[in-house]
């Protein structure tokens, strides 16, 4: 289950931020995730209810932000969002892609009680 390993780190993350912003709790953690990443967000949030047991951030809660995936065609040179997965240029009908992006996994911040 890579949610589990993937939840480890983002609380690892959090908790030096913490440290580092002298924040002893925290409501919720923002999270960017591409679509092409294969993180299930329901996993991924059961997975940090486990990991935050116990450690400053528990009880917190994950808000997650699905990011499309963004791919240019190499043959006519279009930028487009890729629709279900369906990985061919919507111009051209080619399938030669660049994909742009998508596959990001990012940390956009944390909410604190006293915001
Ligand atoms: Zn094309």
New binding site residues.
Partial sequence: MHELSIAQSILDIITEEMRRHHVERIVSVRLKIGEMSAVVPESLTFCWSIVTKDTPAEGSRLDIVSLPIEAR??????VFFVQNYVYV??????G?LAILSGKELQIQDFETPDF
């Fill in positions: 065609c190499l043959a006519c040179d279009s240029c919507p111009k051209c009908g080619s030669d």
